[in-house]
């Protein structure tokens, strides 16, 4: 492993900056993005009229894409990160490393059943709104939003940084390409402004030179309708 440190990114809300010779971009986009919505539906669960039934649709449909996307994201950890971060544990016999990397499953396994609820909640106020169950959808947003914020800062902070220290440039290669195939691509004319959202002009600039002329033009030709979907759906945020 190269001992070259790349210069990462950092973006609003990041808890840590993981410097060491492995890109992070990606994940730091993603969490950003994450962190973003979060904070925007928990805002909107609370702003909307209960009467605003087209809002209510909007949202419910920005929450499903939410979802889908932040199963692939965990899925692709669980699958192609997690086991590799333990095989190199296991071989240090890193025990402090073995709890985090314990921790951070465990983590995935009680936000599943969080947004299922979310799932659900805006589901229940799309097709029977009251004040019942936009209390209940608030509730759920909240613990569900608590529970992300706190997995992300728990990855940034000691997941990432012993990637760093551990991982080949060949592991982490074949986890990049993992992580690339795993969102379908029906979703990419989503996902590319939607990671985009929010980001600084000059990250911004910097990613969008990395990531090739096939993205600017994906971005340039999807920006207004995301964008036209997103006032939709956080209307009263």
Sequence with gaps: MTATTTEQISLPGQAHVANGPHAQTGMYLMHHAFRRDLARFEASVRATPIG??????????????????LHHHHSVEDDALWPVLTAH????????????????????????PALTACTDGFAAMREHPCADHRNALDVHVTAARAALLDH??????????????????????????????????????????????????????????????????????????YERATRRAFAFA
């Design 52 to 69: 605003a039934a087209d809002t209510w649709a909007a949202l419910a449909h920005r929450w499903t894409r939410y979802g889908e996307i």
């Design 89 to 112: 544990a296991e071989r240090l016999g890193d025990e402090t490393a073995m709890r985090m990397l314990e921790d951070m499953e465990a983590e995935h396994a009680v936000i599943d």
């Design 152 to 225: 992300l800062a728990h990855e940034e902070g000691q997941a990432l940084p012993f990637l760093q220290r551990v991982v080949s440039v060949e592991e982490n290669e074949r986890f990049e390409a993992t992580a690339q195939k795993a969102y379908p691509p029906r979703l990419m004319g989503f996902m590319v402004p939607w990671v985009a959202d929010g980001v600084p002009g000059d990250v911004a600039q910097r990613v969008l030179a990395e990531a090739g002329r096939p993205f600017v033009i994906l971005l340039k030709l999807t920006r207004r309708r």
